[in-house]
């Protein structure tokens, strides 16, 4: 059926409307990769999820902007009682996300309607709509699921301990519910956490006691967190770590820490970012001593995965309030979505964000897909195709996602002018928030150079050469040109991984970059190409258009920068691109050569 432009006059702001209804594109991503047939059942339970982010939690979430948590160390008789101050609209958008919506429960547990969980593809889609209203909200959020999928990995479920908190984490009883965190990062270390230097010694009764300062810790009250620190005798080096479940209270008594301080951070000021000096707090070992960073790795893949759909929220939010202003704003005598220059932005912008969906929802994919069929913690030894592809896809989408997706918010917010810079207006907050996403879970250069690993010790590009292949392969001819530029490109991608392979290490690292940033390229221009065959054949040439501008920008090389083409491609698409209007595909003739 024709779909019609969207209307975003009808708006006033990015508020007040269902965010799942509005976003063709993120319908879409999720349709095209949740597993079997979980699509049907999660479409309703999304869309009111959307409606629920667009019309209540999305208000909520600027009220706390405006009243951030407060620290109380100590309490009014100078004890230590380290307790985090929260505005009221935060616990209401919890009990909402955990209780009525099970954010945290349906990865783990069969849901109403399914005998089976909904898998980490469904929490990743919720999280992309929540992060349209709060990325600070998202991170309590995405690490309680990664804990859990932590201790699920250490097959803590029948642990007296361990067991009783996995059950409190992936809970939907609001007044049972707790979030969960992870804290890694020490002073001396930063993103070297071989060189963490927290102490774990042994109680003599299973259980530790954990010694140490750690230094940036996101969500710093959860009611219990996975830390990271040293045995005695623990060699060096992340092989020397072990993973300890160190909760804020033991027998109903404050555990033995001290938050320090909350940091006074630029963005993301929903959740309570600290420090803390743990002295001699009792520990629960998770899985065996030795195993820590492997376990922490299995959170941080998930962590890695919730910065990019993170990261894709966001850009879905920026545009809708980038686009609801354009269309009711005038200037020089028009519409400001009405002038040439805005019209080609805003298709432009709508392009990179259908890019960044379309890889971090196939990241998600392969990570599901791996999950349903080897769940078990580390990753030696896997020879599957789905280990491959998510782990290399994955720390790629966290890079770009995270990195686009500043620069779209910036450019949304100068859309709406003055207005748009100011803090009465949301566009403020998506880019303090959103400039977060390149440094939690690894800054840029030390996600480029874990892709590096990836491909050097998992072999990744022998998936990844078919799968990409695999794309290319489409029935429409009308394709052809795209295909044969990105074909071209691919080529590229291959000789650069077979110099890099051959080279010295320094030098791969050099360009690890360059690399990760080829890889998005290719591999998005694959995606939209396959993605555009799949909607030609169901009679909609949108996609095909979509894919012709992102090769146009990303990897068709022209010197003159598209000026002496005669073409104003995003402008005469304007509707198509950026208003998700379908199109006719007889009327392509000549457009995608």
């Known amino acids: 059926m024709p779909t019609d432009p969207i209307e975003y006059g009808r708006l006033d702001a990015g508020r007040d409307c269902n965010y799942w209804t509005l976003d063709p594109t993120l319908r879409y991503e999720a349709r095209r990769v949740y597993p079997d047939d979980a699509f049907s059942w999660a479409e309703p339970v999304l869309s009111e999820f959307g409606a629920t982010c667009g019309n209540e939690i999305a208000e909520r979430a600027d009220r706390i902007d405006r009243h951030p948590p407060e620290l109380h160390t100590y309490d009014a008789d100078g004890e230590i009682c380290n307790e985090v101050e929260y505005h009221p609209d935060q616990t209401a958008n919890e009990r909402v996300t955990y209780g009525e919506f099970r954010l945290t429960h349906d990865p783990f547990h069969a849901p109403p309607g399914r005998d ?32 859990a999928v932590a201790l699920d990995a250490a097959d803590a479920w029948d642990d007296p301990v361990l067991g009783d908190y996995l059950d409190r984490l992936t809970t939907a009883d609001p007044d049972e519910h707790i979030e969960g965190a992870m804290f890694l990062t020490e002073k001396q270390g930063g993103s070297d956490v071989g060189a963490n230097e927290v102490r774990a010694e042994p109680n003599g009764d299973g259980t530790y006691a954990i010694s140490g300062e750690k230094w940036f810790c996101s969500n710093v009250d959860a009611q219990g967190a996975l830390v990271l620190a040293r045995t005695p005798d623990a060699p060096d080096g992340t092989e020397g770590l072990s993973l300890f479940l160190v909760s804020r209270e033991v027998d109903g008594q404050l555990n033995d820490a001290l938050f320090r301080r909350l940091k006074d951070k630029l963005g993301t000021l929903s959740v309570p970012t600290g420090e803390i000096e743990y002295r001699g707090a009792t520990g629960y070992l998770v899985g065996e001593e030795g195993d820590g960073f492997a376990l922490m790795a299995e959170m941080m893949n998930y962590e890695r995965l919730t910065n990019a759909t993170g990261a894709v929220g966001v850009m879905g939010r920026a545009l809708l309030e980038a686009k609801v202003h354009a269309a009711n704003r005038e200037a020089f005598g028009q519409r400001l979505d009405g002038h040439p220059l805005m019209r080609r932005d805003l298709a432009e912008l709508t392009v990179e964000y259908e890019g960044a969906a379309a890889f971090a929802f196939e990241a998600a994919r392969h990570y599901d897909a791996w999950k349903r069929d080897d769940p078990g913690a580390g990753d030696a030894g896997d020879d599957s195709d789905a280990f491959k592809l998510f782990r290399l896809l994955v720390p790629v989408a966290k890079y770009r996602t995270a990195r686009d997706s500043v620069s ?35 800054a840029s250069n030390v996600i480029s150079l874990d892709v590096l690993r990836v491909l050097e010790r998992e072999d990744a590009h022998e998936a990844l050469f078919p799968f990409v292949g695999s794309l290319l392969d489409v029935a429409d001819d009308r394709l052809t040109d795209i295909v044969e530029t990105v074909e071209s490109a691919f080529a590229d991608l291959q000789t650069a991984l077979g110099a890099l392979a051959t080279g010295d290490p320094e030098y791969a ?20 190409v396959s993605e555009a065959d799949d909607e030609l054949a169901a009679g909609d040439a949108r996609k095909a258009l979509v894919a012709r501008a992102f090769v146009d920008e990303h990897i068709r090389a022209d010197g003159a920068r598209g000026m002496a083409s005669g073409e104003r491609f995003c402008d005469d698409h304007f509707d198509a691109l950026a208003r998700y209007a379908s199109v006719d595909p007889a009327t392509l003739d000549g457009v995608l050569a």
């Open 509 to 528: 690292q050099y360009h690890a970059k360059e690399l990760a940033n080829l890889l998005y390229d290719v591999v998005t221009a694959a995606l939209l």
């Open 408 to 442: 779209v918010a910036s450019y949304c917010m100068e859309v709406l002018g003055g207005d748009g810079y100011v803090r009465d207006a949301t566009t403020p907050r998506l880019l303090r928030d959103t400039q977060v996403l390149p440094i939690w879970e690894g």
């Open 116 to 147: 089976e969980p909904a898998g980490f593809t469904h929490a990743l889609t919720m999280q992309a709509l929540l992060s349209y209203c709060d990325v600070g909200f998202c991170c309590p959020a995405s690490m309680t699921v990664g804990a």
